[in-house]
């Protein structure tokens, strides 16, 4: 059972009030007591009063009781271990509070996004509390959770760079506390909800659910990267010549046809503008009635109008002499019209007036024209993202995506609402540069590191990722796991991973030798997740952590002539004769820190 230490507190300081007044009416008899008893009555009240804000009462839990006794560990799963060159990234199965606590040794100030998602706390069967569901009927649902989130946030904020982002996904259960919470814990950086549609709606109480959340928790001057719904499309500095937001009445001097060559594709000319025809009078009806003629064109040539998508009359972003003048530099661009519900053969695109400044002032260059119209290539050009939209409703953040793609990698659906892979990519392109690392310790079916990959893969990033999950129902072997493997496999990615299990030493009720002993053996490992790298089977990679194990590989020539860095323990001492052996064969040597087990100094 988990311990209600807020209670417990309270119920400490009542007894103490209690024994002071006991002591105050038996010893004192004078103009004061009367006083003293009343203040502490009032202190009693204020004691046991429900407090306004984010108070909650906090909880102890198991893991707790055992970090007090207990120093956490990695051990590799060596025949786990996923060789396919590229990237090392790492997988670690534990409690995510001990994984947290380990990753403060090799991380702390490293992590450049952290992703979760928590248990939502629906007062279903999402979260697992001391090995027991939280359902709706426990009085302490939401302190429960907000204490398990913040023992696990505290430790998260240390470990994000003074510009990392951390995102977590919610439900409205709790979206309320978390953004308190967040606010708290992350006094001085935005807070900042999006709202997600993530279905088509669940019915509840009434209401029907459309959404989940993303909380995002950036520095005040956080800049997003483009997204590839919101800017940033790396084909799109050309952008559609309709204004929707205007029509022929209010603006006719932009109601005019562009005439298109049938077989080029190239713009000839422009008609005249419905104000041009008014002023010529050979329109002399109302604004609202003009209709434009798809026949009016010069000969083998179609007659493009200002129409929308679904075929409703508007007007050109530019007046004709503007876009004949942009037409001759190339910064009009013309695509033959797919089936649409309007009559345009063609569709016409500009360029927006930044842009432009950018290639005028040689900012941005130009790798070369297109043979129709002279249109000019801006090659790779990515247009500036917008900012992050607080609104998001693109059908691929469905849930049923997440689901679909769960069901293609497994051939079942092992793994109830994962988060589909184009969520969390657009998560990491707005906030991450191209070489970050990426943590979640909520990893759960793996679509965290699915999605690095799968970036890595397309835009050519070098991002590395750090999964950490539980492995109730062996779903960190069998789902989290199993998932890099098959994406690894079928995709190629050039990517590999390691696999680590969380392990304990008890701190007590041992020698202290052996204690230091068995933490000097797992040194390793944090070696490995802190650089990224993998000493097995690596020759050009060694690590050292005593002076018997130094005498050891300087005296064992075949390993030693192929080494080209070398991990040295920092209480091993080199002596002179090593140093200079070192030095001439151009061992590069870096001297691991002393906090990975501070423990060990006894």
């Known amino acids: 059972m988990s311990t209600n230490i807020s209670k417990h507190k309270r119920d400490d300081l009542v007894n103490k009030i209690k024994a002071i007044r006991s002591y105050i009416a038996s010893s004192y008899q004078d103009e004061n007591t009367g006083n003293l008893l009343t203040y502490l009555s009032e202190l009693e009240k204020e004691i046991k009063a429900k407090k306004y804000g ?11 009781k055992l970090l007090d006794t207990h120093t956490p560990l990695l051990t590799e799963e060596r025949n786990l271990f996923i060789d396919n060159g590229g990237l090392l990234n790492f997988l ?22 952290i992703y979760i998602d928590p248990p939502y706390n629906m007062g279903k069967d999402d979260f697992v509390y001391d090995d027991n569901f939280v359902d709706k009927e426990d009085g302490f649902r939401h302190s429960k959770w907000l204490s398990f989130m913040e023992r696990r946030l505290t430790i998260a904020r240390n470990l994000l760079t003074p510009n990392g982002v951390l995102v977590i996904s919610i439900g409205y259960h709790e979206l309320n506390n978390l953004i308190l919470l967040c606010e708290n814990l992350f006094f001085g950086k935005q807070v900042v909800t999006v709202t997600v549609q993530t279905s088509g709606g669940k019915p509840s109480g009434g209401f029907n659910y459309l959404q989940e959340y993303l909380v995002f928790v950036t520095p005040q001057d956080f800049k997003a990267m483009p997204t590839s719904f919101a800017g940033g499309n790396t084909n799109a500095p050309f952008h559609g010549m309709n204004l929707a937001t205007f029509d022929q009445t209010q603006r006719p001097n932009q109601a005019y046809p562009i005439y298109i060559n049938k077989e080029t594709g190239q713009v000839v000319g422009c008609g005249l503008s419905l104000t041009d025809r008014v002023r010529n009078g050979s329109y002399t009806g109302e604004l609202r009635d003009f209709k434009f003629d798809y026949e009016e064109a010069p000969e083998g040539c179609v007659a493009v109008w200002p129409v929308s998508n679904k075929g409703i009359p508007c007007i050109w972003r530019l007046i004709a002499s503007r876009l004949m003048r942009d037409l001759a530099k190339g910064y009009i661009k013309v695509i033959k019209q797919k089936a649409s519900r309007n009559k345009n053969q063609y569709a016409i695109q500009f360029l927006a007036a930044g842009i432009i400044s950018k290639i005028e002032s040689g900012e941005v260059s130009v790798a070369g024209r297109e043979t129709s119209n002279q249109t000019i290539i801006l090659g790779d050009y990515k247009s500036e993202g917008v900012g992050i939209p607080t609104i998001w409703t693109e059908k691929v953040f469905y849930t049923a995506k997440g689901s679909s793609q769960i069901l293609s990698i497994f051939g079942n659906k092992k793994f109830t609402y994962p988060k589909p892979m184009e969520l969390i990519q657009e998560v990491i392109r707005a906030c991450c540069a191209s070489d970050s690392t990426i943590l979640d310790f909520f990893a759960g079916s793996g679509t965290t590191g699915h999605s690095v990959m799968g970036l890595n893969e397309e835009g050519g990033t070098g991002h590395r990722f750090i999964l950490c999950t539980n492995n109730e129902n062996n779903i960190c072997r069998d789902i989290t796991y199993e998932r890099m493997k098959r994406v690894i496999d079928k995709e190629g990615y050039a990517a590999s991973l390691k696999y680590y299990k969380v392990d304990f030493v008890p701190i007590s009720e041992r020698m202290y030798y052996e204690y230091a002993d068995e933490l000097l053996r797992h040194v390793r490992e944090l070696v490995e997740l802190e650089n990224g790298i993998n000493f097995t089977g690596n020759a050009e990679l060694a690590i050292v952590l005593t002076d018997e194990e130094l005498d050891g590989f300087t005296r064992n020539i075949n390993v030693f002539k192929k080494c080209r860095k070398l991990y040295l323990g920092h209480d091993v001492l080199l002596s002179g004769e090593q140093e200079a052996l070192l030095k001439e064969q151009h061992i590069q040597v870096n001297i691991i820190p002393d906090y990975y087990y501070k423990e060990l100094e006894g």
């Open 54 to 64: 984010l108070v909650f009462e906090e909880h102890r839990e198991r893991i707790d």
């Open 92 to 113: 670690i199965e534990g409690d995510n509070l001990a994984t947290l606590q380990l990753l403060t040794k090799t991380h702390r100030g490293k992590i450049d996004l």
